[in-house]
């Protein structure tokens, strides 16, 4: 009998050892420099490894539970199932034992208590953590259905891909994210950098990730917030040290004017595009768009619908809604000479 | 037999008892249990539909076979409809059929009432589902958060068929609890104390409480949005200083009671079947019936565990994380009384025990990766992914649907005196637990490597193609499944072999009248003294036998059917018509309708409110009316006739 149960308590555990295996190897395709499988089993960020810290512990106590109670559960029905020469005589009616009862009610309260004394300090290191004075500092606002991403101390703002430099024990860099919504609920969420937080309206909120890995790495809006609530996708670009100062830099700078591309600038600034967008100091600065300035420098537009090349951005002036249905970004009706001059002038805001 | 007493009051009532009339203006607790079990089936086939199409929608990555706004329609629709239309009504059917047959009742305490909550959970689900008509399903997700609900984000009145129809729905929840429990603690039979209660019965009583308790805060938040939506009030709207979390909060102040209120009859269920097909009592009966209290109390206090990630301070986020991970003390509790219960019995695999297994097997699961949750740092990688999804249909699909699909299995004869071949329902249970666990099981690896929530389309090279594909594949093979279980329960209806009274060899009351039982349910009135009557009554001591009481000479006194309920619940219908189409062009409503002139709230809502308070007095002044019925004389063997003093028991 116990050699049964041994063999199906190690089934359970192979069971077990396979599910994680899975997991893990989906983190080995991972390897190259740009992280699109977001697996949290693979974190490269501090908040991120202490959270899967605490699943570790979770998902083992979990484990444990299950094998016991599952080879209770199994032995109990294979044991007592119906034999011949059952039928016609009933087993004996127990009613209960207050003393099995109290174990298994004192013992789970037991498990429950070293769980929220884990999980308190857990949650007391990643919300409340001690930062440097000088750690960076960045706002998200969440747009339907893009991610506005301001650098208050460098002054200037850009959207859906967040740079920030890579932290390494003798240099800490923490990136402190402020969170807040100009229209309905969504949620930063990088999985190998950190847990998400919400972007709620009229209700400020706070993240930090402090990456040790360079790379690219991908997220999604994880609260729905309408139509292309899928299309809103997140990069945070890791860059090193020098990389990223580089990169500050550049969006420092005012935007180029290249004079072979006056015409197009001349559409920009003449036709509706600048109620909403704004290249430097021209045009909105109200966040209703995307600001333009260096749209260049980063690899995707509308929030990772396309890339930004000449004819993903020739294709999205002319039809947005082709690519990301039911978007803001109204089609303008533009000819097709408008339309080049124009993609030829955005191709320009490096 | 049957003698017509005077009728009171103005009309006379309607006393036909079969075709459409008999059913429209039905009293009866076990026709209203059938009408419940009929829609809910319905919608959760409609539900079921909805899933699949998401499902299509996802198999491979970059799909065209919805668009976004229809993606997004078909989540909100399929989390509605099998929440409010599916598992809530289905459990409300077994309320109604089987708790008044367990406590020994003639019927529900408010037999009219009874009905009001079966039309209002029709016309809930009409109203709803209406949307499709008009092509402008809500698009906001079952959770409705605000302010993507108000108008600025969704203009179209989809989301208005969404408040209307849950509200309706409401009442007919309402109606419903308040009746169960003054019929479990009113109605029950001589000798029939609280702690011999079945446990079905017991978990009734706690969710009708939940019920009562929870419906109340959904309530509110939905009337300020639809005043947000209508009237200019600035509830969630931020330009006015309004407060969108405060939605969150209202909502899971509802939603979370809202799961126990999904999942304790399902447990109710289960504490039946069990020792049935083990052949011993319930082990550790108070202990299972206390933990069923103590989930529905620790119910109310873990609302913000679903509010982790909107930055709650360590604090609250800390408390509602330890409150959370009480609830898994008397879960597993009752898991391990489930276990004792099996522990030393006679094990008999039938369709209903296979179902009752699945669940303990399903729930348990789902009850682990809730623990994991349940830790604010952890819930932060899983809250509003695949994890989660997986997580919740663990504990709805493998616990309440197994639970229900298996009080379906076991409770058939008893509703229609007919058995389901056990040969099918075995094959059946084993589809829907193989088509299950691909479904879901693939979707905790997808919550792990990041996949969010309500997404209509995904890129391959994120690498979520797999185990979506093969989630599909078992999605189709567990529709399959269910769509065979209500196909074999229609043709049983019809050809079924007979069961008799008692084909289980069960242990509780309701397996002691007739199979389907008479209208007036027990024709003498039985006097309870142990817990598993019917067992008793055939395996036990002298003492423990079941006594009966006969009618007294005027015979059983049986509620007079009416017209009132339904015309309540079509006023509420034209009630809420008005609401949703305030403002909106008439031609909106029906298309040779002018488009220049616009409804106003007051046409419509107007005339539904006067249907409805005049339905209301006439029900008030049609009076109590009656008839009695004489039971036969086969029924009454072995009864004794009443003592004079106390009179008859009705």
């Known amino acids: 009998m116990s050699l049964v149960r041994a063999v199906r308590l190690k089934t359970a555990r192979l069971l077990l050892a396979g599910i994680f295996l899975i997991l893990a190897s989906v983190s080995l395709g991972a390897e190259d420099r740009i992280h699109k499988v977001q697996n949290v089993f693979d974190p490269h960020s501090t908040p991120a490894h202490g959270i899967l810290g605490i699943a570790w512990i979770v998902l083992a106590i979990c484990a444990l539970i299950f094998v016991v109670v599952g080879s209770l559960l199994v032995y109990a029905i294979w044991r007592f199932r119906e034999k011949r020469g059952d039928q016609g005589t009933e087993p004996p009616q127990v009613y209960g034992s207050n003393q099995i009862e109290m174990a298994w009610t004192v013992i789970p309260l037991l498990i429950v208590l070293v769980l929220i004394l884990v999980t308190a300090r857990t949650t007391i290191e990643i919300d409340e953590p001690a930062f440097p004075a000088d750690a960076l500092q960045i706002q998200v606002v969440g747009h339907q259905w893009w991610w506005e991403v301001v650098y208050p101390e460098q002054g200037f703002i850009t959207a859906n891909e967040i740079h920030i430099p890579v932290s390494s024990e003798d240099d800490p860099r923490p990136a402190i994210i402020q969170l807040a919504s100009a229209d309905v609920a969504h949620s930063f969420w990088v999985p190998q950098l950190g847990g998400k937080r919400d972007l709620l309206p009229n209700h400020p909120n706070r993240m930090w990730i402090e990456p040790e890995q360079t790379g690219v790495y991908w997220g999604n809006c994880a609260e729905f917030c309408g139509t292309q609530h899928a299309n809103m996708l997140i990069r945070v670009v890791v860059d090193t040290p020098e990389e990223f100062e580089a990169w500050v830099l550049n969006q420092q700078r005012p935007p180029r004017e290249d004079p072979a591309v006056a015409g197009g600038r001349h559409i920009f600034e003449t036709m509706t595009c600048i109620n909403c967008h704004a290249v430097g100091e021209k045009g909105a600065q109200n966040g209703f768009g995307p600001d333009l300035t260096h749209l260049m420098t980063r690899g995707t537009i509308g929030a990772g619908v396309g890339e930004t090349s000449r004819d993903d951005l020739y294709q999205w002036l002319k039809d947005p809604d082709s690519m990301k249905p039911g978007c803001y970004m109204p089609d303008m009706k533009l000819s097709e000479r408008q339309l080049n001059k124009l993609t030829d002038y955005l191709t320009t805001l490096k | ?650």
């Open chain 2, 1 to 650: 037999m049957s003698t017509t007493d005077a009728t009171y009051g103005i009309w006379n009532r309607p006393l036909k008892k079969t075709g459409i009339v008999g059913f429209l203006t039905t009293v009866d607790h076990k026709k209203i249990g059938i009408g419940y079990a009929i829609g809910a089936l319905f919608f959760l086939l409609v539900g079921g539909v909805e899933a699949l199409i998401i499902r299509l929608q996802l198999m491979v990555p970059e799909n065209n076979l919805v668009d976004a706004r229809t993606y997004n329609e078909l989540f909100t629709m399929h989390g509605t409809t099998m929440v409010f239309l599916a598992v809530m009504p289905l459990s409300a059917a077994f309320f109604n059929y089987i708790m008044p047959l367990q406590v020994g009742a003639r019927d529900v305490a408010f037999p009219r009432l009874n009905a009001l909550g079966l039309w209002c959970f029709f016309v809930g689900g009409i109203v709803v589902n209406l949307s499709w008509l008009y092509q402008v399903a809500p698009a906001i997700g079952w959770f409705g958060y605000a302010p993507l609900t108000t108008k600025p984000y969704s203009p179209d009145i989809g989301t208005d068929f969404w408040i209307v129809g849950l509200q309706i729905l409401g009442i007919a929840s309402l109606a419903g609890s308040f009746n169960f429990i003054t019929t479990i603690l009113n109605m029950r039979a001589p000798g029939l104390s609280m702690m011999r209660l079945p446990v079905f019965t017991w978990m009734t009583l706690v969710t009708s409480f939940l019920i009562i308790l929870a419906f109340p805060p959904i309530t509110i938040a939905l009337v300020e949005l639809m005043f947000d939506r209508h009237f200019g009030t600035h509830f969630f709207d931020v330009g006015g200083g309004g407060k969108p979390i405060l939605w969150q909060h209202l909502f899971w102040i509802f939603g979370h009671p809202e799961v126990y209120i999904l999942i304790l009859p399902a447990m109710g269920i289960i504490s039946e079947v069990l020792p049935v097909f083990s052949r011993k009592p319930l082990f550790g009966y108070p202990l299972v019936v206390f933990s069923g209290a103590v989930i529905g109390f620790l119910g109310f206090a873990v609302w913000s565990h679903h509010m982790f990630t909107t930055g709650l301070g360590i604090v609250a986020t800390s408390a509602f994380a330890f409150l959370t991970m009480l609830i898994s003390i008397p879960t597993g509790v009752k898991i391990f009384n489930w276990i004792g219960t099996l522990w030393g019995g006679r094990i008999r695999f039938t369709t209903p025990m296979l179902f009752a297994l699945g669940f303990i097997w399903m729930f348990m699961l789902g009850g682990f990766t809730g623990i994991m949750h349940s830790s604010p740092p952890v819930d932060a990688q899983q809250q509003d992914s695949y994890f989660v999804i997986a997580h919740f249909h663990y504990v709805l699909i493998g616990g309440s649907i197994f639970a229900l699909l298996c009080g379906i299995y076991y409770w058939f004869p008893k509703v229609t005196g007919k058995l389901m071949n056990d040969n099918i329902g075995k094959l059946l249970f084993y589809t829907i637990f193989v088509g299950f666990n691909l479904a879901f099981f693939p979707m905790h690896i997808l919550g792990m490597t990041g996949m969010p929530r309500r997404t209509h389309t995904y890129k391959a090279e994120m690498g979520w193609a797999e185990p979506n594909f093969w989630s599909t594949i078992g999605a189709l093979i567990l529709g399959f499944g269910i769509l065979f279980v209500v196909i074999q329960l229609i043709y049983s209806c019809f050809r079924g072999q007979p069961s008799g009274e008692n084909p289980w060899d069960a242990r509780t009351l309701e397996w002691d009248t007739s199979s389907p039982p008479k209208e007036y349910n027990f024709g003498y009135t039985p006097v309870i003294h142990s817990r598993d009557q019917v067992w008793e009554n055939k395996y036990g001591a002298a003492e423990k036998k079941m006594g009966k009481i006969a009618p007294g000479p005027h015979g059983i006194h049986m509620p007079d059917q009416s017209w009132w309920p339904l015309m309540v619940a079509i006023g509420l219908f034209i009630s809420g018509m008005g609401v949703i189409f305030h403002h909106q062009p008439m031609s909106t409503l029906l298309p040779f309708l002018p488009e220049g002139i616009h409804f106003h709230i007051l046409y419509f809502t107007g005339f539904g409110m006067v249907v409805t308070f005049m339905s209301i007095i006439l029900w008030a002044i049609e009076g109590p009316g009656g008839y009695h019925l004489h039971p036969t004389a086969e029924e009454l063997e072995g009864a004794v006739q009443p003592d004079p003093q106390q009179g008859g028991h009705h």
